[in-house]
């Protein structure tokens, strides 16, 4: 592929664009549906369209060798992602203000540094120390919405799910590190194979029960956009980028226009606190990020 920084760009924001407005759609989405109910209609929506797009770029073949090589390895991938990682996640917005749970989540590229020690056999340098401390420092005061030294968390469970979620998140990429397979064609295969287990676990932990119109909108809005079209064009921009750090930094303005949509659309006030956690988070990403690139 002919690389052009332009269209990487342009990627990129549409990517960054569809992924601010997944927090204010969660959040909507649960006032009508259960996190499982969410999960089953938006994975469900995911796997049509990620199916689409194989179709029309010719790569469905491709899906039965893939699994036939490495059945137990996609079938784990697909538990992480979609099934257990969201299913999480989701159960986190529902607990949690979405601003919570939206910015702790961020903190998972710092899980992944973490996770990486015993996986991937890296050493945490002074940076990644000073990363990690910043990072969870930031998760720290937005969850306990700027009262550290009590502890005062408004849901230590929904905290602990955000993140518990981004373990998951950054095992999933751990597990992808050294996956040569084409990534889109491996998406669809996660779905695939995560999508029984969720539809048994949703009479179990919820119902079919599902009569209201605006949850459907919105869960099918999130399997287009949180799940499919995102991921499809931040591809895009890492294949068209000619410099992929500076595409890599766009990913920073998503928190923060996510909060104002939370703020205008659903009327949820921003904490001060939350926008100083955001500052360490983002802080310990950007010197984590530096590190990567000196590295490379």
């Not at 009327?267 to 310990?284: H, K, M, N, R």
Request: aromatic share 14%; charged share 10%.
């Amino acid at each position: 592929m002919i690389k052009n920084q332009k269209k990487a760009t342009m990627f990129a924001l549409i990517a960054v664009c569809m992924w601010s407005t997944v927090a204010t759609a969660f959040k909507i989405t649960l006032t009508y549906f259960s996190p499982i109910q969410m999960l089953l209609v938006a994975s469900f929506t995911t796997i049509l369209v990620l199916t689409c797009l194989c179709y029309r770029q010719r790569k469905l073949p491709l899906l039965k060798g893939y699994f036939v090589k490495r059945p137990l390895y996609y079938l784990l991938l697909g538990l992480l992602n979609p099934c257990f990682y969201y299913l999480i996640l989701f159960q986190a917005y529902d607990l949690l203000p979405a601003q919570q749970a939206q910015s702790l989540n961020y903190t998972w590229a710092i899980s992944l540094s973490i996770l990486a020690v015993p996986f991937l056999g890296h050493k945490l340098t002074r940076k990644d120390a000073i990363s990690i401390f910043l990072a969870y420092s930031g998760a720290l005061i937005i969850a306990t919405k700027g009262n550290v030294f009590a502890l005062d968390f408004s849901s230590p469970l929904g905290v602990f799910l955000a993140l518990f979620s981004t373990l998951l998140w950054a095992m999933y990429w751990i597990l992808n590190a050294k996956n040569s397979a084409d990534p889109m064609v491996s998406l669809l295969l996660c779905f695939v194979l995560g999508f029984p287990a969720i539809l048994i676990a949703t009479p179990i932990l919820s119902d079919f029960n599902m009569p209201d119109w605006q949850g459907w909108v919105g869960a099918i809005y999130i399997g287009l956009f949180e799940m499919g079209f995102a991921f499809v064009a931040w591809l895009s921009a890492m294949r068209y980028a000619e410099n992929t750090a500076k595409i890599s930094n766009l990913i920073f303005i998503s928190p923060f226009v996510s909060l104002l949509l939370l703020n205008i659309i659903i009327d949820e006030p921003i904490y001060p606190a939350t926008i100083v956690g955001l500052v360490f988070i983002i802080s310990g990403l950007l010197i984590q990020q530096l590190k990567s690139r000196r590295e490379k």
